[in-house]
């Protein structure tokens, strides 16, 4: 039998790849860039770009005659921002967000640190379920569900009548800055709210880093005669934190940036999010709220600094 040739187009094909792939594999940098270019171009133009287009505003002149924007430039958007009503916003926000980011640690760090020494195979299944189940649900449905919930005659008014507690519940509410006619209408109840949809974003970040800290560790502590709180304190906390400090950047910002919560729970009063929304989709003045947008980022970055500084990122 005669030996069949292959096509030339085929055979040039199967070279020029031939040739490709030798090229890729001598130059790893060009192969690197290549890989590197889709990614880098959607997050330097499309994110990056929108952000600094969005922040190109907020040195713009809004008239408040026209109800429009002009070119020209200005800073008094900035200066605004310490107006007393403008700066009781950012206070407010970011008050909140500190709350719900010390909170989450408090109620957070317990179950991720049972989760990784002490959780059987099963348990800890469990509890990734569980953690993770309301994030697949709606946002929108767990924030309105909540507002049942904390309503006078919800199901927390209930079980705490069923408990007799409904006293203490009326005198912590009764607390200036932290309470409110009911749950619903009270910065507890939104504090609540808060922690409740921003938690698992701290809880698995912190699991991740305690299962990275070799249990001989916290065994040696306590054979060398350290108190529980000692090993915590000195050897613990400082190989998970980290951790902490990775998913308390998503409970700040998360809570510095929300528009919704602030609407749905809690008393009047705008948060960063709220106003960022009110003054760009109701007002239309989109150089104010571009302005209001440096906030949440001036402080995210001041955060990072510190956490940096702190040698956070180092063990990540």
Known sequence: MHDMALPPLVTQDHSLRRR?????????????????????LWFGVVYIGSLLMLLSQSVLTFDD????????????????????????????????????????????FPMAYYMAHFATPVEKGFFYVGV????????????????????????????????????????????????????????????????????????????AA????????????????AHPWQTFRTVLWPLAFPGVVAGSIFTFSLTLGDYIIPKLVGPSGEYIGSMVYTLQGTIGNMPLAAAFTCVPIVLITLYLSMARRLGAFDAL
């Open 65 to 108: 005659m026209s109800m429009s924007v002009t070119r020209d430039f200005t800073l008094q958007n900035f200066a605004q921002l310490l107006e007393p009503a403008n700066y009781d916003i950012a206070l407010r926000t970011t008050t909140m967000a500190i709350a719900v980011t010390l909170g989450c640690v408090l109620i957070g």
């Open 210 to 225: 305690i299962e990275r800290v070799p249990g001989n560790l916290l065994l040696a502590s306590a054979d060398l005669g």
């Open 132 to 207: 993770m189940l309301p994030m697949w649900a709606s946002y929108i449905v767990k924030a309105y569900a909540w507002t049942v919930l904390l309503a006078k005659g919800g199901v927390i008014y209930w079980v705490l009548d069923k408990l007799a507690l409904v006293g203490v519940l009326e005198a912590v509410l009764a607390v200036p800055h932290i309470g409110g006619d009911t749950l619903a209408t009270s910065n507890l109840g939104r504090f609540l709210v808060f922690t409740y949809i921003w938690l698992p974003f701290m809880i698995l970040p912190i699991q």
């Open 20 to 40: 490709i792939s030798n090229v890729l594999y001598q130059r790893r940098t060009l192969t690197l860039f290549l890989v590197l270019v889709p990614p880098l």
